[in-house]
């Protein structure tokens, strides 16, 4: 079959055909880049053949190239382990990218999606009026420390602390740090939450927690249980996580501090379990009601 498929699929448009109708014949899952199978395969091809993945629209410019029986294996070899392992495609490639920046990932991290990456590139606006007014802000379960990477871009004056409770996760982080260029700005702190971090205070504390719930837990797709359980589960109502850093964040803000949580899906679940914080919801390009918001001073009533 493998001496066949070589024989009769010869330019990228083959292959990309022939990805995209595997993929929808396999009934595979979208959802860590790309949210369709034509550009699933589009990145995988892209990448095979040394060529811009982050630009998949370039695709276009070689569609009718003919590629050399090598290229063609490549090709074939990541096409089919996306599909028999079901592995998410940026593990497949070791990279993931958000807000126009490489980020190195493994089965180490989730692989990095926050919708805290749209509001990053603009500087947090318009919640921060100046950027280079943040003098410290905390990334607290940094995974890969890609939002902490954002961060330092977004606050060019800021000391950033990047907090999490796994060592392998940090391994990932600082790779990704050293490869920024970042390792005088950014900090990483091994620890529970706040555990590792003293008495620092901080102008703005971000967090993308564990936030899946125990239903949606046993209903994720195969490609999502790829990805590290610690970092997604966050007990039945999927907020064990977020009421710790509720209870602990106003010891670990400075006066005006800004507190940001990313809880997906459960808005309406956030709102039933705290009727009384005053919660602020972003919306972001990428979607609505994603995030919340709060000043130090409405923690007071957590």
């Known amino acids: 079959m493998i001496d066949s498929l070589l024989d009769d699929l010869h330019t990228v448009r083959d292959w990309l055909r022939w990805g995209a109708s595997r993929f929808s014949e396999a009934k595979l899952f979208f959802g860590h880049g790309c949210d ?32 050399t029986r090598h290229e063609r294996l490549a ?16 593990y497949l490639t070791h990279e993931a990218w958000q807000a126009g920046l490489r980020f190195y990932v493994d089965e180490r991290v989730l692989i990095p999606r926050s919708y805290f990456a749209d509001l ?22 940094t995974g890969s420390g890609c ?19 796994s060592q392998d996760a940090l391994e990932v ?7 920024h260029g970042l390792k005088d700005r950014v900090r990483l702190v091994p620890g529970d939450l706040f555990a590792g971090l003293g008495k620092r205070r901080y102008d703005f504390i971000l967090s993308n927690p564990p936030y899946v719930t125990a239903q949606a837990m046993r209903d994720l ?11 997604l589960a966050a007990g039945d109502d999927g907020l064990d996580i977020v009421r710790r850093i509720l209870a602990a964040a106003a010891k670990h803000l400075k006066p005006n501090g800004l507190l940001a949580i990313e809880v ?20 972001t390009a990428s979607g609505d009601g994603k995030l919340f918001m709060l000043h130090k001073e409405d923690l007071a009533i957590a």
């Open 147 to 165: 939002l902490a990477i954002l961060m330092a871009h977004a606050f060019p004056a800021a000391k950033i602390d990047a907090a999490d409770i």
């Open 75 to 90: 090709v074939l070899e990541l096409l089919q382990q996306r599909i028999a392992r079901r592995l998410p495609a940026a």
């Open 173 to 179: 982080a600082k790779r990704n740090v050293a490869d």
């Open 120 to 141: 990053l590139v603009e500087g947090f606006a318009p919640w921060i009026d100046d950027p280079y007014a943040i003098e410290s802000a905390l990334d607290l379960c």
């Open 36 to 67: 369709n199978a034509r550009d699933e395969a589009a990145w995988l091809v892209l990448h095979a053949l040394h060529l811009p993945p982050d630009r998949p629209e370039q695709i276009e410019h070689y569609l009718d190239a003919r590629l």
């Open 221 to 231: 797709p195969p490609e999502y249980r790829h990805e590290p359980e610690n970092a």
């Open 264 to 283: 997906g899906h459960n808005r309406a679940i956030v709102e039933s379990a705290f009727p009384e914080l005053p919660l602020t919801w972003l919306d």
